[in-house]
């Protein structure tokens, strides 16, 4: 898997977050200019150079990072009641 981060323009937005793959979804935050945003979301390493043209023509700033591990927060929430869900 790879973790990566980019920033967006407000109106590329929709159209990058339609062909970005995500774990769950990408998380989305507003910059400081109003008109850009920053994403970053955790992609398959196979699907990386399939998006990047993609993130060239709506995007700017990459940054990749390969996390040493990624433990969904459903599976802390199971090892941390025993394998029973977790409750609210």
Not at 15 to 28: G, Q, Y
Not at 61 to 86: D, K, M, S, T, Y
């Amino acid at each position: 898997k790879l973790h990566i981060f980019v920033n967006v323009r407000k109106e590329n937005l929709n159209e990058l977050l339609s062909r970005l793959p995500a774990l769950k979804r990408p998380t989305i935050s507003p910059l400081s200019d109003p008109d850009w945003f920053s994403i970053n979301t955790v992609i398959d390493k196979s699907e990386f150079f399939r998006l990047l043209p993609t993130l060239r023509k709506l995007a700017q700033g990459l940054v990749v990072h390969e996390p040493q591990q990624i433990l969904p927060l459903e599976q802390i929430g199971r090892e941390e009641n025993n394998g029973a869900p977790a409750r609210d």
